[in-house]
């Protein structure tokens, strides 16, 4: 089945700078590759996703690019602001056929320090 | 528009005692997915139902967790036994004909 890899685990950044968390995927055959922020007490966000007919995808301070032929997605956010700061969780679409199955990273704490 | 609703948003049990979460999925979406989030796994899939329907139960850990959708906009998942390793935050997530899924604020059970 489908397995998620995620780095780095914590990430600590100074306001203004910009962050970069990395995924992997093992499933050639994923094509949606959402990614959540979860705050403290709340339940996971979704803040950008990416299909695999694109490679790049921006909102504002928020990216996302996918290499599929490396299996390889990540999340860029530039300018980083203090509210930033949370865990952040990628995820790849599981089992083939399986709609909606999500395989999740074991997520990335992004601190952003003023 | 009320996002994924969950109740209760704590529950605080002693082991071998019977807990229900419920869910009220977004108007409209017809899958829903129970997750369990710990510190040790991450974020599981539990089970999800699409149109009512179970799809996908392999998450689920053993016959103690039961899962329900007895209609579109409700589901119940129930521990029954509940023991202390259940401890953790469970979420409730909805979608419409699409990968994209919208979680519940959640619902944190601690078993003592």
């Known amino acids: 089945g489908e397995n998620v890899e995620q780095h780095p685990s914590t990430l600590s950044v100074q306001e203004g700078d910009s962050a970069v968390i990395k995924c992997t995927y093992s499933d050639s055959a994923s094509n949606y590759f959402p990614w959540y922020k979860q705050e403290l007490g709340k339940g996971p966000q979704l803040i950008i996703d990416?299909?695999?007919?694109?490679g790049e995808k921006k909102d504002q301070r928020i990216a996302v690019t996918l290499n599929k032929t490396a299996k390889h997605f990540s999340l860029h956010i530039t300018e980083t602001q203090p509210e930033d700061s949370a865990v952040y969780f990628c995820a790849a679409v599981g089992a083939r056929g399986s709609q909606g199955n999500l395989i999740f990273g074991k997520g990335t704490k992004l601190s952003v320090k003023p | 528009d009320a996002g994924v609703i969950q109740s209760p948003r704590h529950e605080v049990t002693e082991m071998g005692q019977e807990v229900t979460l419920r869910c009220k999925p977004i108007?409209?979406?017809?899958?829903l997915f129970w997750y369990r989030q710990t510190m040790m796994r991450g974020l599981e899939l539990l089970i999800y139902?699409?149109?009512?329907?179970?799809?996908?139960d392999s998450g689920m850990p053993e016959d103690r967790f039961s899962a329900k959708m007895p209609n579109a906009s409700f589901s119940t998942l129930k521990i029954q036994p509940s023991e202390p390793r259940d401890s953790a935050v469970y979420f409730c997530?909805?979608?419409?004909?699409?990968?994209?899924?919208?979680f519940g604020p959640g619902t944190r059970l601690t078993v003592l």
């Open positions: 997530a909805s979608s419409f004909r699409t990968d994209t899924q919208y």
């Open positions: 108007s409209g979406h017809n899958s």
């Open positions: 139902f699409n149109n009512n329907v179970p799809i996908d």
């Open positions: 990416i299909r695999s007919n694109v």
